[in-house]
């Protein structure tokens, strides 16, 4: 983020002032809105200098669903804020499920739009709901915290103010991550906050390597011990195994060459076991974590050579031409698909460029790095990511994009497409491919009864 920003004094209310809540609440209240009072979890818990009033604010779920549509057509910038504030005070309410909606509300508003200074004002408060919310919640209010605060980092980028956030809430996600009771879904979308958390802010080193280490040590449960292919790679710990390797494979690319050299010398060989899992995501993150490793082991040594290099392209190969009839065919095309270029990667150093539009710009994925960083924020952001391409200073450093390109109304007006423009659109391609498929049955048919 730009270093010229003003460093505004955090405030420790999310709703800009005790008074302004309150008269909200009451306002509500005198207008027939429901007014209930914030609990928090226990006394100990919430200070008074955290505790707020609803501020009559409605169902925080409905904001949570309808994601960039309310934004983007119906709420202008203060109404947005209002919105938030309202989110930010919810975060306290006595009901679990109402903590969820409006983290996951705050979540879907910041992927949406980039909100710099609402959130460094707020960042304080953000990060003791964040906190609170993980600490005592459950699996489902713990992912949509660990969600929260994957995105304010995203949106601070790198300096003192993500640094405090991965201060706090480093030591919580670690402890959820190998806390063998904790839900696995949880400690799965822990593991994804605690990689994306750390590539943005960390910036000692030690600790960088740390954190390499706990995802290590949860990954590394799925490597097999033997030759049997049924082993704990099956196991339900899989998607919380696969989000650990592919948050290690992305702090990896930021390391120093004399740790990337040590961490290969200890996985280069184990790590083709997880070919052999029955999960198919995680062949395919295991197969796309070896592409990118034998990428980074080329760049440093351009006379790089990998010992098993024929067993291994056996098996890439195998998985590239995959045919078992017990494996779904949505799992083989998707699998085929990806170790084609896995092998490709391997065999020929090649990669299959794809192109990324956002707006009137165009970026360019030609590497195992650049395609394993774009994915990893395509799933913290989802249907935002285009937008913080265009915006997001810190993304555009990553990817190399320059400064962010300003656009005029009549520009931004003739880029919009209304949702009944996209109806109309939609309908009328898929037309145009009935009528194009039904014509080639017809020939189809034609050449059948000639013959």
């Given amino acids: 983020m730009p270093k010229n920003k003003k460093r505004n004094a955090p405030h420790r209310g999310g709703s800009g002032g005790g008074g302004g809540s309150g008269a909200a609440a009451a306002t509500a209240a005198t207008a027939g809105g429901q007014h209930r009072n914030i609990q928090p979890f226990s006394d100990e818990d919430a200070s008074i200098e955290t505790m707020s009033h609803c501020s009559g604010y409605s169902d925080p779920s409905s904001f949570a669903e309808d994601g960039p549509e309310v934004l983007d057509e119906e ?3 203060e109404d947005l804020e209002y919105k938030l504030k309202g989110l930010i005070d919810l975060t306290l309410d006595k009901s679990a499920k109402t903590r969820q909606a409006a983290l996951e ?17 707020r960042r304080m408060t953000l990060t003791d709901s964040v906190e609170r919310c993980l600490k005592k919640g459950k699996s489902d209010e713990q992912r949509a915290a660990a969600a929260l605060a994957s995105v304010l980092c995203v949106q601070l980028g790198p300096g003192i103010e993500s640094e405090e956030i991965l201060r706090t809430l480093g030591p919580i996600l670690k402890k959820i991550i190998c806390d063998g009771a904790a839900s696995i ?7 994804t906050c605690f990689g994306v958390c750390s590539f943005i802010a960390t910036d000692d080193i030690t600790e960088l390597y740390s954190t390499l280490d706990c995802l290590e040590n949860i990954f590394t449960k799925s490597y097999l011990k033997d030759k049997d292919a049924n082993g704990i790679c099956g196991a339900p710990s899989t998607v919380l195994h696969i989000s650990s390797l592919l948050s290690w494979t992305l702090l990896l690319t930021i390391c120093p060459i004399s740790e990337v050299k040590k961490r290969l010398e200890m996985h280069f060989h184990k790590l083709p076991s997880l070919l052999s899992c029955d999960d198919v995501n995680m ?5 796309e974590s070896l592409a990118l490793l034998f990428e980074l082991a080329r760049e440093m040594e351009s006379d790089f050579f990998y010992e098993d290099i024929e067993s291994l392209t056996q098996v890439l190969r195998a998985l590239a031409t995959d045919g078992n009839k017990h494996r779904a065919k949505v799992d083989k095309r998707k699998q085929r698909s990806v170790f084609r270029d896995v092998l490709r990667a391997v065999e020929e150093r090649d990669f299959p460029t794809e192109t990324v539009k956002f707006g009137p710009e165009r970026m360019y994925i030609d590497t195992w790095v650049k395609k394993h960083t774009y994915d990893t924020f395509k799933e913290v952001l989802g249907s935002g990511m285009q937008y913080h391409l265009q915006s ?8 190399e994009l320059g400064p962010p390109v300003m656009l005029d109304a009549a520009m931004l007006k003739t880029m919009k497409i209304s949702r009944f423009e996209r109806h109309l659109y939609n309908s009328a391609a898929f037309k145009a491919r009935t009528k194009a498929r039904s014509k080639c049955r017809d020939k189809r048919t034609d050449v059948g009864e000639f013959f």
């Fill in 185 to 191: 879904q949880a400690r799965q979308t822990c593991a």
């Fill in 75 to 77: 709420g202008t910038q």
């Fill in 283 to 287: 062949r395919i993150a295991a197969g």
């Fill in 105 to 121: 509300g705050i979540k879907n508003a910041l992927a949406s739009k980039l909100l710099y200074e609402f959130i460094l004002e």
């Fill in 392 to 399: 997001n200073e810190f993304l555009r450093n990553v990817f």
